[in-house]
């Protein structure tokens, strides 16, 4: 457990569905990430939210789009998803004071989009 | 250019022997440093962090920080069948800047 919780764990959605990853971290971190990892691929940094602002969209396409109501809760939300979406969502958290900071990972979500 | 760059493996080693994994990162500014272990469909865990030059070590596991040759290592002493894994380098540069490498597959064979 790393303070880090990600629901669902596993997710099987059309390409016409929308549904939402959610992201809660007990750590008291305040920078929040979204990453992609795709199978054999390295992890790809989608978002970074810092005290609630995004600070970092990585030319992820409008079909995902993050919301981060506060610095503990960070969600997800996937809309007209394709195929090639389907991989492991990782969120992860970090102190966000520009520091020695480290990042946690979350246990991860599961998609497949058929 | 990658920000951070790691041998894909895979890498393979016995049982007992000690297995060294790479890094050579770009951003001369980068302040912290990590590696991080990944099991088949399960998400990176922190296995060290490393923030000046020299070596720190955490029970079977260095890790070593060369910042004038822009390089990261870990050595995994004592090798066990547990430690085969995917190990992520990971580099700090800017505030709230990670970069990962693609990882070093290690296969530790009894």
């Known amino acids: 457990e790393t303070g880090v919780t990600q629901t669902p764990r596993h997710l099987v959605m059309g390409m016409t569905n929308k549904k939402s990853l959610k992201c809660e971290q007990h750590l008291g971190h305040n920078a929040m990430y979204w990453y992609k990892q795709s199978a054999k691929k390295p992890l790809e940094l989608m978002f970074v939210?810092?005290?609630?602002?995004?600070?970092e969209n990585n030319s992820v396409p409008s079909r995902f789009s993050p919301e981060c109501p506060n610095s503990s809760h960070l969600f997800l939300h996937l809309h007209t998803l394709q195929p090639e979406d389907s991989a492991l969502y990782l969120c992860a958290s970090s102190q966000g004071d520009g520091g020695q900071e480290t990042q946690y990972f979350g246990p991860g979500t599961r998609l497949l989009v058929l | 250019q990658k920000e951070v760059e790691q041998n894909s493996g895979p890498l393979s080693v016995p049982e007992g022997a000690i297995a060294s994994l790479n890094c050579t990162y770009s951003?001369?500014?980068?302040?912290?440093f990590f590696w991080y272990r990944q099991y088949s469909g399960k998400s990176p865990e922190l296995i060290m962090s490393?923030?000046?030059?020299g070596d720190k070590e955490d029970g079977r596991f260095t890790a070593q920080l060369n910042k004038a040759s822009q390089y990261v290592s870990l050595l995994i002493r004592d090798s066990q069948p547990s430690d085969s894994a995917t190990y992520l380098c990971a580099v700090k540069s800017n505030f709230n800047k990670f970069y990962f490498g693609s990882g070093t597959k290690l296969n530790v064979k009894p």
């Open positions: 939210y810092n005290f609630k602002e995004q600070t």
């Open positions: 951003d001369r500014v980068s302040q912290s």
């Open positions: 490393i923030y000046s030059n």
